[in-house]
């Protein structure tokens, strides 16, 4: 029972001060991830009422492969310090009704997290008709940390990098700086 309630304290702490989770759900993937199966992604979110709550799915917002209302969920918490995990817990994956008293408190925490949001003020609206508002609880259950690293080669992006700066663009810098 001791062991039970510090398992729950640690999941609850841990999750609360990071402010980025690794999330592998147990659904499908999404179909640009078919030949690689359900990725382990790195998400943002809120931690309310004894669970995380997450946002995405819809356009500019963080994609949410694999989880499924009903489904479950791997969860992994880093430390925000040092950066290496702490913690990895089995969740139930529950998708909040949008305008439902749950989805307004878990938007209105998700809210005050989201950072360069497009809309603003009109982001909540946008969050109900195009997104999907989900909370992972905690099943109590924790898992041992993996020895290894888990290091996986990067899902396929269409983003790309930057092009190298042009040659003479030190020099340019540098003149600046003599003249100041």
Known sequence: ???????????????????????????????????????????????????????????????????????????????????????????????????SPEWAAAVAELKGKRLNAPDGEAMPERWARECRVLRLEPLGDTAELPTDSLAAAPLPTPATTRHPIPAALPRLLLKRRKRG
Do not use: N
């Not at 799915?57 to 992994?76: K, N, R």
């Open 1 to 99: 029972m001791t062991e039970q309630l510090l398992d729950r304290a640690l999941v609850e702490e841990a999750t609360k001060k990071s402010g980025l989770i690794w999330v592998r759900g147990d659904g499908a993937p999404a179909p640009d991830d078919r030949a690689h199966g359900v990725p382990t992604r790195p998400l943002w979110h809120a931690w309310h009422a004894g669970a995380v709550c997450l946002v995405g799915d819809g356009p500019g917002e963080q994609p949410l492969p694999g989880l499924v209302d009903g489904g479950g969920a791997t969860v992994t918490v880093r430390s925000k310090d040092k950066g290496g995990r702490l913690v990895t817990w089995s969740a139930k994956v529950v998708e909040l009704a949008p305008g």
